[in-house]
């Protein structure tokens, strides 16, 4: 058994992909599996993925499915992985040469059923190291997770067993993957080393606001109902309004600012202000909101006129 399985989506990749491949079959762990999911590439991806298995057949697995998104690939190759553990990396990233021996190591060593690195933004002109905090329990990994795949190592069997997918057809998955599948996490752990370098691209899906930045909304529905109907509403119900209200009004804000198409921001920025107030009607008197920290003061001063102040301010930027 591999000890660990790293699934790869690619689509249309061509300019990144060897580099990202290289960095993965020049792993200092032994025994990984590569699962490439070429899904539907229209560039010459499917070409360099067939090289890398020919060259590698004990190591690449090449999977080729229709063009179907990032979600979709990834939960094509979940049910192939043969690993012990399982990780996911962006086929236009690519990692250091170690991240999966220490990770592994620190999983095996604690028993963890997920481990969590650092990770580089990497743009045209610099650098930027992401470090993340250390939590200590799934409340508090509601209120400080970051939430992307592909920093962190799983226990395949949890996340096989768990009937929890990345949800197909929506942007921001790894937000819906992550929290529904945190009450299955008993033991996290945490390499504090930036391993990851997160390439930012202009033209990638992340960085195109649009009126699919409205599916956030549809991500935190999810979540929500996962939730209650799995009995966890109330044992959660403060880090969810929490974590509902900071997306709205953070990081979905600031998106939803840079839309162009004036028509679709305004109308996006006043749902969003509706749906928080409708959802969460006393938002404002959540506890964790107390807490020290420029994100949470900056929470606690909007109002229905701060509101208005803080998307125009996110907009100039």
């Not at 799995?230 to 840079?258: D, F, H, N, V």
């Not at 003061?297 to 930027?317: E, F, G, Q, W």
Request: a neutral charge; hydrophobic letters at 35%; proline letters at 3%.
């Amino acid at each position: 058994m591999p000890k660990v399985s790293i699934i790869v989506p690619v689509y249309n990749v061509e300019p990144y992909l060897e580099r990202c491949l290289d960095t993965l079959i020049n792993q200092t762990i032994q025994d990984v599996e590569i699962i490439a999911v070429n899904d539907g590439s229209k560039d010459n991806s499917g070409e360099i993925l067939n090289k890398f298995q020919e060259k590698y057949p004990n190591i690449v697995k090449v999977l080729n499915k229709e063009n179907g998104g990032l979600s979709s690939a990834r939960n094509y190759g979940i049910p192939h992985a043969t690993g012990e553990y399982i990780a996911f990396i962006d086929s236009d990233d690519y990692v250091e040469k170690d991240m999966y021996e220490k990770m592994y190591n620190e999983a095996k060593k604690g028993d963890y059923d997920m481990v969590e690195c650092d990770f580089i933004w990497e743009y045209p002109d610099k650098q930027r190291i992401d470090t993340g905090v250390i939590y200590s329990s799934k409340k508090e990994a509601l209120e400080k997770a970051r939430v992307v795949a592909w920093n962190k190592l799983y226990k395949k069997d949890i996340v096989l067993n768990s009937g929890i997918w990345f949800p197909e057809g929506l942007r921001y998955e790894d937000v819906e993957f992550f929290y529904k599948i945190l009450p299955k996490l008993n033991r996290i752990g945490f390499v504090k080393e930036p391993f990851i370098h997160y390439i930012q691209r202009s033209n990638s899906i992340s960085n195109t606001q649009n009126e699919r930045t409205k599916e956030i909304f549809d991500v935190l529905d999810h979540v929500i109902e996962y939730y209650k109907g799995q009995g966890l509403w109330e044992e959660y119900k403060e880090e969810l309004e929490y974590t509902y209200t900071r997306y709205l009004l953070c990081s979905s804000l600031k998106r939803m600012a840079k839309i162009g198409d004036d028509e679709t921001r305004k109308k996006l920025l006043n749902e969003t202000w509706e749906r928080l107030n409708n959802n969460f009607p006393e938002w404002k008197k959540n506890s964790l909101l107390k807490k020290k920290g420029l994100k949470n003061l900056y929470m606690r001063c909007i109002n229905k006129v701060t509101y208005k102040i803080a998307y125009t301010l996110l907009r100039l930027k």
